[in-house]
């Protein structure tokens, strides 16, 4: 199983990013895919989550009207688009799907 993440980097408060996972070793369109984050000295925290079919989305209060989470079952990837991004958003954003976990991208909002 792999899970490899991108997408990530420096952004503005109030800026966006678009984070992406590309998944290979199992059958995607089976599983829920989720993505967590882990800022610095904090523990990692589920932001999103889509079912296997894409047709529901769950979301971390935090993130709710500024994230959204979709898939594409055809090409094995789900990403993470991030809007109206705040300095509190920074932090390493982790794929995991089937007990399995991506390394990490690091996401930093700062000016």
């Known amino acids: 199983v792999q899970l490899v993440e991108s997408g990530g980097g420096l952004v503005q408060p109030g800026g966006s990013l678009r984070l992406s996972c590309a998944a290979s070793g199992f059958t995607f369109r089976r599983y829920d895919m989720r993505w967590y984050r882990q800022a610095p000295e904090k523990e990692r925290e589920l932001v999103a989550s889509?079912?296997?079919?894409?047709?529901?989305?769950n979301y971390a209060g935090s993130v709710k009207g500024r994230f959204t989470i979709s898939r594409d079952n055809a090409k094995n990837t789900v990403s993470l688009q991030m809007n109206s991004l705040k300095p509190e958003d920074t932090a390493v954003y982790y794929c995991?799907?089937?007990?399995?976990w991506g390394q990490g991208t690091q996401v930093t909002v700062s000016s």
């Open positions: 995991f799907a089937n007990n399995y």
């Open positions: 889509i079912s296997p079919g894409g047709t529901i989305t």
